[in-house]
C-alpha cells in the first residue's frame, strides 16, 4: 500500500543510470513514490552538458538527487551546481540531496553552493565506492586477475553504494534528514591491497595487487582506452584524495539509518557470488 503523501511527490533522480543513482530510483519505486528517472536517454531527457533539458526535467518535481557526473571535483563544477540549484528552485523544487565526495575541496564548495540554494537540502558525503571494483574502472582489472594501482598502503574505509542508496532514498522522502550532513563510510579502513585480497578470497581466484606510480598507473588507463575525463579523475582521486585523510571512519550510516554500515567483506561475498568476478574464459 502507498500513502497519497507518496503518490504526489515527484522525485527527479539525476544519474538514474550510475551506480547511486539507480539504486535511488529503485529504491524509491519500490515504495511507491514516484520517480523520474535523469538521464539522456530518458523519456524526458537529462543531460548535465545541456542546460535546456533541466527546466523539462525539473518541471513538476518536488526533490531532487543531486549526483553529478563525472564528479564534484572536476573544473567547472561549482559553476554547473549552481546553475543547476537556481534552475530547481526556479521550477519549484523543495529539497535536493546532494552526493559529494569526502575529502575533495571541490567538494566542499559545491556543498556550500547547495547549502545557499534557498532549497532544503541534505549532503551524503562519501568515502570511495566499493562498487567501483565491480561497476567502475577496475572490473577489469579484477577479472585479468591483476590490480596495478598507487597508494596501495593507504587505508580506506570503502562504502558499501546501497548504504548511499538507503540514506538517500530516506533523505528524498523524510523531511528528518533536512539540514544534515551524513559522512558515509564502511566500518573499517582497509588498504587496496587487503580490498584485492579480499576479492580474491570470495571469488576463490588468484588475483594479485600491483603497486605503481601515478604515471604508470595513467599510461595503463590510457591503454585501456577509458575516457579521459575517467582517467583526470582517478589520477586525481589517487594523487590527492587518496593521501590518507580520509582513512578514519565516520557515522553517517548510523545517524540516518540507525544501523552500522556494510563491511567490504560483505560486499566482496555478494558480488562474487553473482559472478560478475568470473572470467568469461571459465
Request: glycine share 10%; net charge negative.
Amino acid at each position: 500500500m502507498t500513502n497519497n503523501a507518496s503518490d504526489q511527490q515527484l522525485s527527479l533522480i539525476t544519474g538514474a543510470t550510475g551506480k547511486t543513482g539507480g539504486r535511488v530510483a529503485a529504491l524509491l519505486e519500490a515504495g511507491g513514490h514516484r520517480v523520474r528517472r535523469g538521464s539522456r536517454t530518458a523519456a524526458i531527457p537529462f543531460d548535465w552538458t545541456d542546460r535546456d533539458t533541466w527546466a523539462p526535467a525539473l518541471t513538476g518535481v518536488d526533490s531532487v538527487y543531486l549526483a553529478f557526473q563525472p564528479d564534484l571535483a572536476v573544473p567547472g563544477a561549482p559553476d554547473v551546481i549552481r546553475a543547476f540549484t537556481a534552475a530547481a528552485r526556479a521550477a519549484g523544487v523543495g529539497s535536493v540531496v546532494l552526493l559529494s565526495g569526502r575529502g575533495e575541496p571541490e567538494a566542499l564548495e559545491c556543498e556550500a553552493i547547495v547549502r545557499d540554494s534557498g532549497l532544503r537540502w541534505t549532503i551524503v558525503r562519501c568515502s570511495f565506492f566499493a562498487h567501483n571494483f565491480s561497476e567502475g574502472a577496475f572490473l577489469d582489472d579484477v577479472l585479468a586477475g591483476t590490480v596495478a594501482l598507487p597508494n596501495g598502503e593507504v587505508g580506506e574505509p570503502f562504502v558499501h553504494v546501497d548504504d548511499i542508496a538507503e540514506v538517500a532514498a530516506a533523505a528524498l522522502t523524510d523531511p528528518r534528514h533536512a539540514g544534515e550532513l551524513y559522512e558515509l563510510t564502511g566500518p573499517r579502513a582497509l588498504t587496496f591491497a587487503e580490498a584485492v585480497g579480499e576479492i580474491a578470497e570470495a571469488t576463490g581466484r588468484d588475483i594479485a595487487f600491483v603497486p605503481v606510480t601515478r604515471p604508470e598507473f595513467v599510461a595503463a588507463l590510457t591503454e585501456y582506452q577509458l575516457p579521459q575525463d575517467v582517467i583526470t579523475l582517478l589520477d586525481y582521486l589517487f594523487g590527492t584524495v587518496l593521501d590518507g585523510r580520509n582513512t578514519p571512519t565516520a557515522d553517517g550510516v548510523q545517524r540516518a539509518l540507525g544501523r552500522a554500515p556494510r563491511d567490504f567483506a560483505r560486499y566482496a561475498k555478494e558480488t562474487a557470488a553473482t559472478g560478475v568476478w568470473t572470467p568469461l574464459d571459465n
